[in-house]
């Protein structure tokens, strides 16, 4: 069965410091990851996803993962950090021909000015 | 904006009330989902639907019924809920079996059980 972990329920990083949000998965197969965010109030929006290809993924608003097969983790960063990005959050995986989209708890981002 | 429509926001409802929970989809997306969303506990599928059939429910009690008339909209009727029913229920549409493209989510409709 297919699985996602975010270690961290809370990350706190100052404005301008570089930030990470970790993401390790468990899939049968080969893996489709995704990246989420989710604002007050909001559904969730589409940063990044890795299908294939190149490691290294970017996505909206300066953000990028990378994916990682030998330690099954697809963290998410960005260089330098904004107040802007303080919101939630999500790890998504599916596996290639399967319907089914998991997400991971979330991690709450907070952005410090 | 994502394309994705969900009606209404917010809905409260008595526990021995029926109501209906729209979402509505004109991107092209075969796939269709219904996720809950709620304090305590991460997203959890609830349905998958994929060319208008379900190919998925993730042991949802039969209070919650789905229905997918057609490939741009998805329905989810609710009864005799209970108040830990109470979350945000979010829609989500994607191409077909995820193969190219990511999921697209509606802004949800917030439910209360009272």
């Known amino acids: 069965a297919q699985s996602v972990a975010q270690p961290e329920d809370q990350v706190n990083v100052a404005e301008g410091n570089p930030l990470t949000v970790k993401c390790t998965y468990s899939?049968?197969?080969?893996?489709?990851l995704f990246w989420y965010v989710q604002y007050p109030n909001r559904g969730l929006q589409f940063l990044l996803k890795?299908?294939?290809?190149?490691?290294l993924v970017k996505g909206s608003y300066g953000f990028e993962a990378e994916f990682n097969k030998s330690q099954t983790s697809f963290h998410l960063k960005k260089p330098s950090a904004l107040v802007s990005d303080s919101a939630l959050y999500f790890c998504?995986?599916?596996?290639?021909?399967?319907?089914?989209?998991?997400f991971g708890k979330g991690t709450r981002l907070h952005i410090l000015p | 904006e994502t394309g994705v429509t969900q009606t209404p926001r917010h809905l409260v409802m008595g526990m021995t009330n029926k109501k209906s929970l729209k979402c509505e989809q004109h991107?092209?997306?075969?796939?269709m989902y219904w996720y809950k969303q709620s304090a305590k506990k991460p997203l959890e599928l609830m349905f998958v639907?994929?060319?208008?059939?379900?190919?998925e429910n993730n042991s949802v009690p039969s209070r919650f019924s789905p229905e997918c008339p057609n490939s741009s909209h998805l329905f989810l009727h609710l009864h005799t809920l209970q108040p830990e029913d109470s979350a945000l229920y979010l829609c989500?549409?994607?191409?077909?079996?995820?193969?190219?493209?990511?999921?697209?989510f509606g802004q949800g409709t917030r439910l209360t059980v009272v």
């Open positions: 890795y299908i294939t290809g190149d490691n």
């Open positions: 639907y994929n060319f208008k059939e379900q190919t």
């Open positions: 998504a995986v599916s596996a290639r021909g399967d319907d089914k989209i998991i």
């Open positions: 989500a549409s994607s191409l077909s079996r995820v193969r190219t493209g990511e999921a697209f």
């Open positions: 899939v049968s197969g080969n893996p489709y």
């Open positions: 991107l092209g997306h075969n796939a």
